[in-house]
Structure formats: C-alpha cells, structure tokens
Nanobody, 121 residues
C-alpha cells in the first residue's frame, strides 16, 4: 500500500512564498522518482517539478527560478519551495511518485496524493 500525503497549501498574496510537503509511505522512497503536478479548474493536470533518485531536478518553464524541489530521505518527505508566487500559480498541487519516471509526463507516475490547494491573489 502506497500513500502520499500533501500539506502546506494556503491562500497567499501575490509575491508570497509557500513550502509544500509530501510524506510518503508504503514503498521504497529512495528508489522512486518524485514530482509535483498542479491542476486548475477546467484544465489538465500539468507537471511542475521532478526529482530523480540521483538528485537531478527538472522544472516546467513557468516556475523556473521561482520553485525548488527537494527531498529528505530520512523523513520520506518531498518538498516544493514556492517563491514569488503569481495568480497563475493558483491550482491544486499533487505529489506523485514513479519507479521509472524521469520527466514531467503524467503517465510516468504510478502513485498520487490527494492534493493541497494553493491560491494566489
């Protein structure tokens, strides 16, 4: 049984910062690539940032320079530091994991959390 639980979403003003967390359990955390996706109402879920097992990161163009993905293997926790937030960042943010994933393609990920809402005004 694999479980991913996100937290940290909130309503913030334009230019503000948030740090999202995703606690993973039920699988070999260190062997999986992990990522953050987001989905706004009426839009398709899109990749935001990914982190390979070797530490390689990948970011979608709209968040480059503003968001940072990281993880703490001792706590089985994935993070997304979000700075200089814009209204366009408003979405439900989802944590995802996949044993073979390396990109921001949604089909590469096998496990998903329930999401945490980020609203920027």
């Amino acid at each position: 049984h694999v479980q991913l639980v996100e937290s940290g979403g909130a309503s913030v003003q334009r230019g503000g910062s948030l740090r999202l967390s995703c606690v993973a359990s039920g699988y070999a955390f260190n062997d999986h690539c992990m990522a953050w996706f987001r989905q706004a109402p009426g839009k398709e879920r899109e990749g935001v940032a990914a982190l390979d097992g070797d530490g390689t990161t990948r970011y979608a163009n709209p968040v480059k320079g503003r968001f940072t993905i990281s993880k703490d293997n001792t706590k089985n926790t994935l993070y997304l530091q979000m700075n200089s937030l814009k209204p366009e960042d408003t979405a439900m943010y989802y944590c995802a994991a996949g044993p073979f994933a390396r990109t921001l393609a949604r089909y590469e990920y096998s496990y998903w959390g329930q999401g945490t809402q980020v609203t920027v005004s």
